[in-house]
């Protein structure tokens, strides 16, 4: 059949009218839940990305089934959040009824209309956001509203191997970071090579993922407080950049380094402090905890990371919850993430940490939540363990938790991301100098910054 | 052919080719009911998303050829283009000259063909992300098998996995993991070429080498270019091994951009930053640059590819 020359822009129509009509998308869903801290709560409560893997979490969630009472059927889907699951769930108009993301997802999300803004359910259910860490809600925090309740927190300590340290004559002042040229001088003390390969790396200054901390030590946010303006190649990241690379640049390279890294037993008792393999490097808290049940035998020094000015610092970062837009059971969200993350919930799940640590006969190192209230009181049931060496990590752990900054949401988080880590990985690579790849990062950065926050406006 | 030339169809047999018909549509129907919802529509429906701006949770919104004419001015289009064209101009004769090695081997090893048929084909069966940690494993350049064999031969191997210039020849090189069903296709071709031919070429004094080149690579050479098509193919849209161990959960903050293929480019445009729009029409340019390289293809092969049968 020919179709006439009338009937083609009759076709073309209606193949539009077809494609515009499929596409899915429910814009910013309204928030109508009825939030009161009294009120009876029914129904299902999906939870997607969290797993209830220990007893830090299943006891938190017995605290927030008694909150929720009997009607409220909490199913958690596990695994780390799938965002395209999230976002195809909420265009089909079938969400999860919270989700547990990361917090430097948060900014994106809220940018798009994904999740809600929990100013009326902090408001209805009463929660006191000042209990929290400020950089914790800082970063959850969008165009100024709360969109995440903060849970746990994450900072970062300076972990050395004591041995080698002696037997080339420093200390943790020398690896710290509060002397960049102390820093670089032991890193070439402490690194050893064995017929042509590395056999001990000095110092490891775990680029690219700690350039924000660098870069802030060095006295540059990489992002304005607003989150519009990029500051990625401000010459002090540009400096911080030069120095952090330069540290493996003494060692033959980032190429060896990393390869020797990665060769590592980095959960196991053959870890890079057992056997000798690092001197220093920069590493989360959480894994103290790992090297003191792998091995509690290793001897290792342990401070918060330091500024030139000697003062602590660490970069905030963890997860949160957050509730989608279109949630059938927001009321019932909210009142969980407020339990989950209530002062006496996490006093109750240290206390049952702290029983099964004493019946394996091992220390209890804390825990780092995002909520300073609970911080303080956990922190009065960790008692000394008699090993100063661990001693020293829950202290570091603590002075580092009150020392900490944060990046602010911004709706083009994954872009502004990637453009400082690829801008890191290209100099680590040698495939561009700092100036001239931070120079490209932030072009790059600061482009999806505007269109991001042109669009936000605009919607 | 003139119309009265035509002979006339009885009614009957009309009914009997229409039925059929039917019979037949009617049982490919499940086939053809989930190509035409899973993968034609969604092709059709790229093709209007290529044109707007979307971000899976919001309406699309029509921004007209931006999509497009934004490709020209993204830098990451040009690398991730070329890291793929390099990729798949060493990994597609590579794999081809191994895949015909090995199933020569195979062709000469009599009875024990079957079992070494199925230990070749074998590391097909891992799936693409455990070939992607593999990678990272046996090409670590401090403590990897690869480095550790060549430094039998005291050869000091190079870093595979931290150092650009040694990043796609690693990748190239651990594609061959998968080159089991590449030697089973050719040792089926090989089985078909008719031994009088190697008897004749014997007689006149050939050796193996130049019954290879002059008998089996030209007897097979359909079989060739069928692999050659398909590798082409698969060269330009390489994403799991290559994403598994640059850009994965493993290396989530380190990424090397000689590993950057146009495939992980795509995917982090649609699933990473949500600019599904600028994704679909990513995955349009694709299309058509493997378009051009199949039909040059075709066109080469018209003078150097031999069909059986085919009048000359």
Redesign the interface.
Known sequence: MKLSAARWPAVAVLA?LT??S??????AAGDDANYDPDAALSGDLTVLGFGAGDEIATTRMDEAQKALGDDVDVKLVEGDLD??QL??S??AGDPPELIYANRDQIG?LAA???ILSLDKCIDGEGIDTGQYVKAAVDQVTFDGSVYGIPEFNVVQLTMANTSLLDAAGLTIADVNGSNWDAVTAASTALVKNDG???STIGVDTKM??FFPLWAKANGVDLISDDGKTANLNDPKAVEAVEFAVGVYDDQGG???V???R??ADFFGAGNQYATNQLGSMWMEQWYVNVLNDVSPDATISFDTFRTPQGEPLAFASGSAWAIP?GSANAAAACRFAKAMTATDSWIAAANARVKLREADGKPFTGLLTANQDADDAVRELVTPSGDAQWDSAVEATYLANDNTFSLPANP?D??FK?AW??AV??VL???ASAQGSLDQAQEEAQK?LDAAWA?FDK? | MSASSIAPVRPGRLRARRRETLSALLFISPWLVGFLIFTLWPV??SG?LSL?????????NFVGLDNYTAMFEDPKIALSLTNTLIFTILSVPLHIIVALALALLLLRAARATGFFRTVFFLPKMTPAVAVGVLF?LIF?????LINRVLGFFGI?GP?W????AWVKPGLVLISLWTIGSSIVILLAALKNVPTELYESARIDGANFWQQTMRITVPMISSTIFFLAIINTIYGFQIFTEAYTAFFGSGNT??????ALFYVIYLF?QG????HMGYASAMAWLLFVVILIFTVVQFAISRRTVYYEGEAR
Not at chain 1, 22 to 27: E, H, Q, W
Not at chain 2, 52 to 60: A, Q
Not at chain 2, 161 to 164: C, R
């Open positions: 539009t494609l515009a499929c596409a899915t998308g429910t814009g965002i395209q976002l195809s909420i265009a994106s798009r209309g994904a042509g390969a590395l690219p993922e980032f190429a060896p990393k390869a020797f990665d060769s837009a083009a994954a872009e990637n880590q690829d990985n290209r690579n040698g495939q999806a669009k919607d | 059709i429906y209007y707007t701006d979307y971000d899976v949770i919001n309406n699309p990272l670590n350049g401090q403590d990897g000091s870093y996995t931290t150092d650009p903050t380190y990424s090397n951009d000689a982090q699933f990473q930053y949500l």
